[in-house]
C-alpha cells in the first residue's frame, strides 16, 4: 500500500510539476544540510564529522553498487516497498542528532549512522526518477536542477532555524520528500505501466565512467575543504553555489531546446574544474574558499548534466532503478577516494595539503588530453532485449523512424540511419546490408547533407533528442 492514498484521479504528470519539484528539493535540502549545515560539526566536531561524512559517501556507494547488481532489489509485481526502507535508515541519524548531547555517542556508533543514512540518499536518489522519467524528456535536466536549486533555498532556512528546530528538519525532510514521492507514484498517470522484464536502455561506456571517477576525484577534494572548515563557511554562500551550478544546467537545457550531451556537458566541466583549480594553485590564499564554493557549483552542474542524461536516455521506462545506479555511482566513487586521501594526507603531514591543487591541475590535464585523442562518449541510448539485442520497435527505432521522416529521408537511408545511430561504420553497414562499401558511403553523404550534419556525433546527437510518444 502507498504511504499516502487520498483516491484522486489519476493526473499526467506536468499537472503535478510543483508537488514534484518540491519533494525533490526537500531531498537535495536533507542531503546539503548533512554536508554543509552547522549541526553536524557542532554534535560532532569537526575532525569526527569528516571521518562521519566519509562513512555516508562509503554508504551512498555501496547502496548504488547493490542496486545495479542486484536488478531486482525490488518486486515489480507488488508495491514498492523501497520508500519504506529508505526512510528507516535516514531517520536513527535525525534522531541521534536531534537526542543526544554532541560528543555522548562512541563515535564508531556515529559512523554506522552516517553510513546508513548514506544508503538511504541513494535509496531517495535511485527512487526520484521514477516519476521524472515518466513523461519528462527532452527537458528533464532542467526540473531535476530546479529541485537542486530550490533545494538550497531550504537548505538555507534550515541552517538559520534555532535549536531544536535545525536538527528537527534532518528528521522531517527525507520523510516528507519519500512521503511526496509515493503520493505522486500513486497518483501519476502510467507510473504504474512495467514491461515484463528490466530491459536494457543505457550503456555506460568504461571511458565514460572513468572520466566521471575522475571528476568526483577532483570535486572531493573542494567538499573536504568546505566541511574541513565548515565553521567559516557561510551558508548563503554555499546555497548561493548550488543555486548557480543549477541555473548553469537549466539554462543550457532550455535554451538549447534538447538534450545537452554528457559528452559537451564533460568539456564544459572539464574547462571550468581548470579555471577553478587555476585559481586555487595561484591566486592569493584570501580567495581559496571562494574558489571551493566556486568548484562546488561546478559539481552540482556535472551531476545533474550526468543524471539528466542517465534520465533522458532512459525516458519511457518507469524504473530505471539499476541503469541510474549504474551510471551514477561512480561519481560518489571517486568523491570518497579523494576525501579518503584528504584525511590520510592531513593526518601525516597538513603542510602537503597546499600541493594538492597541483596534483589536481594534472588531473585536468590529463583529462584534457584523453579528451582530444579519444573523444568523450555519451552513454548508449538505444533500446536492448534482455539478450543484449536490439528491441525491434523499441523507443530507438521510433526515434529513427520519427527524424528520418523530418529530414525525409528514403527508406533505404532510413535504415541506414539506425546503423549510424548505433556508432556503425559504412564498412559494417556494407556488409549487413549486402550492398558495396561505395554504395554505403554514398547513402551516408546524403543522409549527412538532408540532416545538415558534419559528424556521426551530431547525427546521433539528432536522433536522441527526437521526442517520440512512447509505446
Same mark, same amino acid.
Given at each position: 500500500?502507498?504511504?499516502?492514498?487520498?483516491?484522486?484521479?489519476?493526473?499526467?504528470?506536468?499537472?503535478?510539476?510543483?508537488?514534484?519539484?518540491?519533494?525533490?528539493?526537500?531531498?537535495?535540502?536533507?542531503? +546539503?544540510?548533512?554536508?554543509?549545515?552547522?549541526?553536524?560539526?557542532?554534535?560532532?566536531?569537526?575532525?569526527?564529522?569528516?571521518?562521519?561524512?566519509?562513512?555516508?559517501?562509503?554508504?551512498?556507494?555501496?547502496?548504488?553498487?547493490?542496486?545495479?547488481?542486484?536488478?531486482? %532489489?525490488?518486486?515489480?509485481?507488488?508495491?514498492?516497498?523501497?520508500?519504506?526502507?529508505?526512510?528507516?535508515?535516514?531517520?536513527? $541519524?535525525?534522531?541521534?542528532?536531534?537526542? @543526544?548531547?554532541? *560528543? @555522548?555517542?562512541?563515535?564508531?556508533?556515529?559512523?554506522?549512522?552516517?553510513?546508513?543514512?548514506?544508503?538511504?540518499?541513494?535509496? $531517495?536518489?535511485? #527512487?526520484?526518477?521514477?516519476?521524472?522519467?515518466?513523461?519528462?524528456?527532452?527537458?528533464?535536466?532542467?526540473?531535476?536542477?530546479?529541485?537542486?536549486?530550490?533545494?538550497?533555498?531550504?537548505?538555507?532556512?534550515?541552517?538559520?532555524?534555532?535549536?531544536?528546530?535545525?536538527?528537527?528538519?534532518?528528521?522531517?525532510?527525507?520523510?516528507?520528500?519519500?512521503?511526496?514521492?509515493?503520493?505522486?507514484?500513486?497518483?501519476?498517470?502510467?507510473? *504504474?505501466?512495467?514491461? !515484463?522484464?528490466?530491459?536494457?536502455?543505457?550503456?555506460?561506456?568504461?571511458?565514460?565512467?572513468?572520466?566521471?571517477?575522475?571528476?568526483?576525484?577532483?570535486?572531493?577534494?573542494?567538499? =573536504?575543504?568546505?566541511?574541513?572548515?565548515?565553521?567559516?563557511?557561510?551558508?548563503?554562500?554555499?546555497?548561493?553555489?548550488?543555486?548557480?551550478?543549477?541555473?548553469?544546467? %537549466?539554462?543550457?537545457?532550455?535554451?538549447?531546446?534538447?538534450?545537452?550531451? =554528457?559528452?559537451?556537458? !564533460?568539456?564544459?566541466?572539464?574547462?571550468?574544474?581548470?579555471?577553478?583549480?587555476?585559481?586555487?594553485?595561484?591566486?592569493?590564499?584570501?580567495?581559496?574558499?571562494?574558489?571551493?564554493?566556486?568548484?562546488? *557549483?561546478?559539481?552540482?552542474?556535472?551531476?545533474?548534466?550526468?543524471?539528466?542524461?542517465?534520465?533522458?536516455?532512459?525516458?519511457?521506462?518507469?524504473?530505471?532503478?539499476?541503469?541510474?545506479?549504474?551510471?551514477?555511482?561512480?561519481?560518489?566513487?571517486?568523491?570518497?577516494?579523494?576525501?579518503?586521501?584528504?584525511?590520510?594526507?592531513?593526518?601525516?603531514?597538513?603542510?602537503?595539503?597546499?600541493?594538492?591543487?597541483?596534483?589536481?591541475?594534472?588531473?585536468?590535464?590529463?583529462?584534457?588530453?584523453?579528451?582530444?585523442?579519444?573523444?568523450?562518449?555519451?552513454?548508449?541510448?538505444?533500446?536492448?532485449?534482455?539478450?543484449?539485442?536490439?528491441? !525491434?520497435?523499441?523507443?530507438?527505432?521510433?526515434?529513427?523512424?520519427?527524424?528520418?521522416?523530418? +529530414?525525409?529521408?528514403?527508406?533505404? !537511408?532510413?535504415?541506414?540511419?539506425?546503423?549510424?545511430?548505433?556508432?556503425?561504420?559504412?564498412?559494417?553497414?556494407?556488409?549487413?546490408?549486402?550492398?558495396?562499401?561505395?554504395?554505403?558511403?554514398?547513402?551516408?553523404?546524403?543522409?549527412?547533407?538532408?540532416?545538415?550534419?558534419? @559528424?556521426?556525433? #551530431?547525427?546521433?546527437?539528432?536522433?536522441?533528442?527526437?521526442?517520440?510518444?512512447?509505446?
Amino acid at each position: 500500500m502507498p504511504l499516502i492514498d487520498m483516491n484522486l484521479k489519476k493526473a499526467h504528470v506536468r499537472t503535478m510539476l510543483p508537488m514534484a519539484s518540491a519533494g525533490f528539493a526537500l531531498f537535495w535540502a536533507w542531503f +546539503y544540510l548533512l554536508m554543509f549545515g552547522p549541526s553536524a560539526a557542532a554534535h560532532l566536531g569537526t575532525e569526527d564529522s569528516l571521518a562521519a561524512k566519509l562513512a555516508f559517501l562509503l554508504g551512498m556507494v555501496a547502496v548504488m553498487l547493490a542496486a545495479y547488481l542486484k536488478r531486482s %532489489m525490488f518486486d515489480r509485481n507488488n508495491p514498492d516497498p523501497i520508500p519504506l526502507v529508505a526512510l528507516a535508515l535516514t531517520l536513527p $541519524i535525525g534522531v541521534l542528532n536531534l537526542i @543526544s548531547a554532541p *560528543g @555522548s555517542a562512541p563515535l564508531v556508533f556515529d559512523i554506522v549512522v552516517w553510513a546508513l543514512a548514506g544508503g538511504g540518499f541513494s535509496l $531517495i536518489f535511485l #527512487e526520484w526518477p521514477k516519476v521524472f522519467m515518466v513523461a519528462w524528456q527532452k527537458d528533464v535536466g532542467a526540473f531535476l536542477a530546479s529541485g537542486a536549486a530550490a533545494g538550497a533555498v531550504i537548505y538555507l532556512f534550515s541552517c538559520n532555524l534555532a535549536a531544536p528546530y535545525g536538527d528537527i528538519a534532518l528528521l522531517v525532510l527525507p520523510a516528507c520528500s519519500l512521503a511526496t514521492f509515493t503520493y505522486l507514484r500513486a497518483h501519476i498517470a502510467g507510473s *504504474g505501466k512495467m514491461p !515484463e522484464e528490466p530491459v536494457e536502455q543505457t550503456k555506460l561506456f568504461p571511458l565514460t565512467g572513468f572520466t566521471v571517477a575522475i571528476f568526483g576525484a577532483l570535486f572531493g577534494f573542494a567538499l =573536504f575543504y568546505l566541511c574541513q572548515y565548515i565553521e567559516y563557511v557561510e551558508p548563503a554562500l554555499v546555497a548561493l553555489a548550488i543555486v548557480i551550478g543549477a541555473g548553469v544546467q %537549466m539554462a543550457s537545457t532550455v535554451l538549447i531546446k534538447r538534450y545537452v550531451t =554528457f559528452g559537451i556537458a !564533460e568539456r564544459l566541466s572539464l574547462l571550468l574544474v581548470a579555471v577553478g583549480f587555476l585559481g586555487l594553485a595561484f591566486l592569493d590564499e584570501s580567495l581559496r574558499m571562494a574558489f571551493f564554493l566556486y568548484l562546488l *557549483g561546478v559539481l552540482i552542474y556535472f551531476d545533474f548534466a550526468n543524471l539528466g542524461a542517465l534520465v533522458g536516455f532512459a525516458s519511457g521506462q518507469p524504473s530505471p532503478f539499476w541503469r541510474i545506479a549504474r551510471g551514477q555511482l561512480v561519481l560518489p566513487l571517486g568523491i570518497a577516494v579523494s576525501w579518503t586521501a584528504c584525511m590520510a594526507l592531513t593526518a601525516f603531514d597538513p603542510s602537503l595539503f597546499e600541493f594538492v591543487p597541483f596534483v589536481c591541475l594534472g588531473l585536468v590535464l590529463a583529462l584534457a588530453i584523453l579528451a582530444a585523442f579519444v573523444p568523450f562518449k555519451d552513454n548508449a541510448f538505444a533500446d536492448k532485449s534482455i539478450d543484449n539485442e536490439i528491441a !525491434e520497435g523499441g523507443h530507438f527505432k521510433q526515434r529513427c523512424t520519427k527524424a528520418a521522416e523530418q +529530414y525525409g529521408l528514403s527508406n533505404r !537511408e532510413t535504415e541506414i540511419l539506425s546503423y549510424l545511430a548505433k556508432g556503425r561504420n559504412a564498412q559494417y553497414i556494407s556488409e549487413q546490408l549486402n550492398i558495396s562499401a561505395y554504395t554505403a558511403k554514398t547513402h551516408v553523404y546524403h543522409i549527412y547533407q538532408k540532416m545538415g550534419v558534419n @559528424s556521426q556525433q #551530431e547525427l546521433i546527437t539528432i536522433v536522441d533528442s527526437t521526442e517520440v510518444v512512447f509505446q
